[in-house]
């Protein structure tokens, strides 16, 4: 769904007076970041961060469009997230309030994550894994997700996180382009107030042949598992048998510390490269800005899952690094009710609040009356991210459960970027309903035409960022080519998102959504390549094309048209339809699932073979098809329509 620019005259929400004056960011950032963007960005790495050795160098950019940042540094990012705090006098804070799906909970303080986060990365050490080796990691939303990754961190091992709700098939894919040597995962997790299983899909990955040589297994439902001797090793036992001293691997502010897979416009998906010094000052300074984190006094909630890049940043980095009180929660937001947030919110007095646009739209159809049984009156900061926001969806976010008085910050970003990048700040910017407004401070952003000039205020074009900066990512894990082609050809010397934008007169950016062929659905990145590879996978499929069509609920659905083999389907179509969609959720996820599924005489194609998307959007999205004169054959879109209407 794009949130259109509303006219000139719309409403903004400034701050209010008391919340200026107490916010952690004022109007004199954008000045300090002005003068001197480096010299900016190197006092935030100096302030933010403790330095093993401190850098002299802030950005040496000669080896473009590969960054470093901080070189001459070194330091250690669980080190940074978690012992300096308890160094600090601060090992009684609450990091950690855990709440599971099934009403179970847990709160970890500082401490007792240090030592948790030591054993584990002794135990690690234990099973083989050395400094720069992969480790992969794939577990549901409970704490030893967070403690697994800052296991890692802590020894120097760069982590490989695969979202929970993958495929067996996406991560043995992902387990050996990375090369990881052990998987950390559980027997299973809650879900829908059910145990749902994971330890099954790691044992299928292995079972195709892979470089792992353990896999640490976290008990969480108790389900009955397969074991295999001298692979498989209990967490609890390993955790339990190692010291709870460990000293924190200092590496240099350049060595990798997680890749982490995210969906292009090829069928293979691109492991992003993030390394230490600069993601993480990216992490702590945005996290302390946009969401005006006060660690004393503040409890926050974001509600993504580690496996995306918003839970390594917003979950797992940001949080802990600037010594936040912050909740996990396991489960949906629908059970066992549909006001299980708002419980959450209200049992922890969570004051920040980060969700999806799509996680909002959801609850506005749920009704008012979920978030109204519970007191919402802590909350103080909205955020949002992972896709357009309506302004009818961001109106009600800050009614409803806002009060009608906290700020909402729609922050525009992706797993590339590390850390937010355009977004109003609480405390300083009017903000305008459906619109990211502004870059940060030390973040230099543009929408360019075709010709790479850029539009002046009231145009549209790319969204690009001009300048590098801390948190970006170094490269697509084992093809560096990749990494150029797809990011800086299309504007050299400039990095192009993938997204189109506009600007209002104001000069405010409204962020439209992809131009590439990469959807968005419910804020999950998904790729039409990569669905169609796994349509055609399947013996009934001759040839597929996917595209994203706007959906009220999820901001676009999967909408896929099939050219089915001879005589597949015949007579039983629907059956085979259901039997598809159960086979793209076997090979990618359940989300990747199309919402529908159309056999279609034949697709679309220019003389070139490239399959027209847009005129296939057309119809999914129920419009007349558009010019389909550049089509190699151009009666093939009535011979659709009419196969349609039958
Ligand atoms: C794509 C990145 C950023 C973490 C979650 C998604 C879209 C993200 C916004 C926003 C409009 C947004 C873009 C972007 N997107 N945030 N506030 N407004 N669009 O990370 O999976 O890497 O996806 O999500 O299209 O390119 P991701």
Known sequence: MSAQPEPHTAETFPPSADFAAQANATADLYQAAEGDREAFWAGQARDLLDWAQPFTETLDFSGAPVARWFGDGRLNAAYNAVDRHVAAGLGDRVAIHFEGEPGDSQALTYAELQERVSRAANALTE????????????????????????????????????????????????IVDAEAKVVITADGGYRRGKPSAL???????????????????????????????????????????????????????????????????????????????????QAAYTHRNVFDLKPESDVYFCTADIGWITGHTYVTYGPLLNGATQVIYEGTPDTPEKDRWWQIVAKYGVTILYTAPTAIRAAMKWGEEFPARNDLSSLRVLGSVGEPINPEAWRWYRRVIGAGTTPVVDTWWQTETGGIMITPLPGVTAAKPGSAQRPLPGVSAEILDDNGQPVPDGGSGYLVLTEPWPGMLRGIWGDMQRFTDTYWSRFPGRYFAGDGARKDNDGDIWVLGRVDDVMNVSGHRLSTAEIESALVSHPAVAEAAVVGATDEDTGQAVVAFVILHGDAGKGETEELMAELRGHVAKEISPIAKPRSIQAV??????????????????????????????????????????????
């Open 127 to 174: 099973l083989g894994v050395a400094t720069g080796d992969r480790v992969a990691i794939y577990l549901p939303m409970i704490p030893e997700a967070v403690i697994a990754m800052l296991a890692c961190a802590r020894i120097g091992a760069p982590h490989s996180v695969i979202f929970g709700g993958f495929s067996a098939e996406a991560l043995y894919s992902r």
């Open 199 to 281: 330890k099954p899909a790691v044992d299928d990955a292995l079972a195709k042949g892979t470089p792992v040589e353990h896999v640490l297994v976290v008990e969480r439902t108790g389900q009955e598992v397969s074991w295999t001797e001298g692979r498989d090793v209990r967490w609890n036992e390993a955790l339990e048998a190692a010291s709870p001293e460990h000293t924190p691997v200092d590496v240099e502010a350049e060595h990798p510390l997680f890749i982490l897979y995210t969906s292009g416009t090829t069928g293979k998906p691109k492991g992003i490269l993030h390394t230490t010094g600069g993601y993480l000052t």
């Open 601 to 646: 005489p034949e697709l679309p194609k220019t003389r070139s073979g490239k399959i027209m998307r847009r005129l296939l959007r057309d119809l999914a999205e129920g419009r007349e098809a558009g010019d389909a004169t550049t089509l190699a054959d151009t009666t093939v879109m009535e011979k659709i329509m009419q196969g349609l209407k039958r």
